[in-house]
């Protein structure tokens, strides 16, 4: 059964970093290419960022690109979103999310419950 388990949301302060990690579980972690989405407060879900299963291709959301990284390592089964530069809209309950197939270009299948990431001062 696919388990995707996010951490490492909190509170950071405008202009701060956070690093969240999605361990994932339950199936071949290096034959699918990964997603990270968000939802801020009272709104729909924003696709952020995605990872091929290879590593070789990251694709970005404009509303984020230059200030998040995507990152995978598939010897942890583990994949990663460094946030650099954050603002309060930035504000979201972030999920991590499997894509049907090793190209981003296949839709999501299985999501995780998410992180809460809080940017405040």
């Known amino acids: 059964q696919v388990q995707l388990v996010e951490s490492g949301g909190g509170l950071a302060q405008p202009g701060g970093s956070l690093r969240l990690s999605c361990a994932a579980s339950?199936?071949?972690?290096?034959?699918?290419?990964m997603s990270w989405a968000r939802q801020a407060p009272g709104k729909g879900l924003e696709w952020v960022a995605a990872?091929?299963?290879?590593?070789?291709?990251?694709y970005y959301a404009d509303s984020m690109k230059g200030r998040i990284t995507i990152s995978r390592d598939n010897a942890k089964n583990t994949v990663y979103l460094q946030m650099d530069s954050l603002k309060p809209e930035d504000t979201a309950l972030y999920y991590c999310?499997?894509?049907?197939?090793?190209?981003?270009?296949?839709?999501?299948?299985?999501w995780g419950k998410g992180t809460l990431v809080t940017v405040s001062t």
């Open positions: 999310a499997r894509h049907r197939t090793n190209t981003y270009a296949s839709g999501m299948d299985s």
């Open positions: 339950g199936f071949t972690f290096n034959n699918y290419a």
């Open positions: 990872i091929s299963s290879d590593v070789r291709n990251t």
